[in-house]
T-cell receptor, first 114, second 112 residues
């Protein structure tokens, strides 16, 4: 149980375009979803926290207009990287939580911006 | 805000050797502590967690960790590693807001 999926697993886009990444909790309702970014050989950095039906809370230094998060239902959250640039290339990981302080992680999405 | 420090960047050992990975955290309040593992090409999986109670926590695949409050530590141990334990290991801490702060990770390579 407690499976989280992400789509796509890999995406390559041109600079200036927007990319949407989906995060779904497949067998549970995630009251809260989290979005992380992981650079090569580095740890996960929390970008934002989203609760279903409300605005996401962004961590310091994360541009909310750049990284748009929508949490439309208890099983789906989306991250849209707007006007992507090469420095946005990274591994984006989402997680879902049942609200008991345990998170279940998706497999991640590798974004490459050319 | 909490921070997490993992002592070892890369550990190389032989099968059947014992493993101990250090993790220290800084946070003023009550914490919940986690160890996650990321096998090559796979997503993060929970190894074990500590919320309260017995400070010696047993997890999956023979791993255990000990919470020592006075030392702000939560070290991970396994008495005898296998080749399949080759992975990246992350220590993480959450405060009352449920937000996880991760350590930098330790790459463990087990040689057959």
């Amino acid at each position: 149980g407690a499976v989280v999926s992400q789509h796509p697993s890999r995406v390559i886009c041109k600079s200036g375009t927007s990319v949407k990444i989906e995060c779904r909790s497949l067998d549970f309702q995630a009251t809260t979803m989290f979005w992380y970014r992981q650079f090569p050989k580095q740890s996960l950095m929390l970008m934002a926290t989203s609760n279903e039906g409300s605005k996401a809370t962004y961590e310091q230094g994360v541009e909310k207009d750049k990284f748009l998060i929508n949490h439309a239902s208890l099983t789906l959250s989306t991250l849209t990287v707007t006007s992507a640039h090469p420095e946005d290339s990274s591994f984006y990981i989402c997680s879902g939580s049942l609200g008991n302080n345990e998170q279940f992680f998706g497999p991640g999405t590798r974004l490459t911006v050319l | 805000a909490q921070s997490v420090s993992q002592h070892n960047h890369h550990v190389i050992l032989s099968e059947a050797a014992s493993l101990e990975l250090g993790c220290n955290y800084s946070y003023g309040g009550t914490v919940n502590l986690f160890w996650y593992v990321q096998y090559p090409g796979q997503h993060l999986q929970l190894l074990l967690k500590y919320f309260s109670g017995d400070p010696l926590v047993k997890g999956i695949k023979g791993f255990e960790a000990e919470f020592i409050k006075s030392k702000f530590s939560f070290n991970l141990r396994k008495p005898s590693v296998q080749w399949s334990d080759t992975a990246e290991y992350f220590c993480a801490v959450a405060g009352g807001d449920y937000k996880l702060s991760f350590g930098a990770g330790t790459t463990v390579t087990v040689r057959a």
